[in-house]
T-cell receptor
């Protein structure tokens, strides 16, 4: 069966520090991968998605970046965090385009607090 | 483009009350429709889905029927429990060629004993 792992679960970082959040998927090949952010009390904001290794699409211009160095690994990074980067970050995967009847599977999320 | 509109929350109900969370959509083609649930501090979980008109998705006592004529996918449960307290998201996919789900803004449900 497919599983998705996201870590760390919680993170407190000072303003201006770097960030690296990691997400890995097991039990499937060539998944579509997604990073979402959820600010407190608000909806989901799609940040990045990837349909293959090295292929990243950005939905919102900001100081975050994403990389996909391996088929089932998706990394969210920042060189210098801002206070406004605080939030709940969610990774998700789906089957490749054409199979979206299956929906997304989400990781358990990372609570990031920038202080 | 695609869009999903959910009723604004928060919704507060007493235990055993009837729940309806409204969801309407705008989409090209023939979308699949989903409800996701997010319990406090957790990621989203797929609650139920429907892939064509008049389909009824159901899970854990929740139901939603895909109504093409009214472009709606309302979530219902006959008797809510405290453990149903969560945020509920309606979403759609427009099928082949689309890489993304489009989510509504979420509706927070609180069930009090």
């Amino acid at each position: 069966s497919q599983t998705i792992h996201q870590w760390p679960a919680t993170l407190v970082q000072p303003v201006g520090s770097p960030l690296s959040l990691e997400c890995t998927v097991e039990g499937t090949s060539n998944p579509n991968l997604y990073w979402y952010r959820q600010a407190a009390g608000r909806g989901l904001q799609l940040l990045f998605y990837s349909v293959g290794i090295g292929q990243i699409s950005s939905e919102v211009p900001q100081n975050l970046s994403a990389s996909r160095p391996q088929d089932r690994q998706f990394i969210l990074s920042s060189k210098k965090l801002l206070l406004s980067d605080s939030g709940f970050y969610l990774c998700a995967w789906s089957l490749s385009a054409g199979s979206l009847n299956y929906g997304y599977t989400f990781g358990s999320g990372t609570r990031l607090t920038v202080v | 483009g695609n869009s999903v509109t959910q009723m604004e929350g928060p919704v507060t109900l007493s235990e055993e009350a009837f729940l309806t969370i409204n969801c309407t959509y705008t989409a090209t083609g023939y979308p699949s429709l989903f409800w996701y649930v997010q319990y406090p501090g957790e990621g989203l979980q797929l609650l139920l889905k429907a892939t064509k008109a008049d389909d009824k998705g159901s899970n854990k006592g929740f139901e939603a029927t895909y109504r093409k004529e009214t472009t709606s996918f309302h979530l219902e449960k006959g008797s809510v429990q405290v453990s149903d307290s969560a945020v509920y998201f309606c979403a759609l996919s427009s099928g082949a060629g689309s890489y993304q789900l489009t989510f509504g803004k979420g509706t927070k449900l609180s069930v009090i004993p």
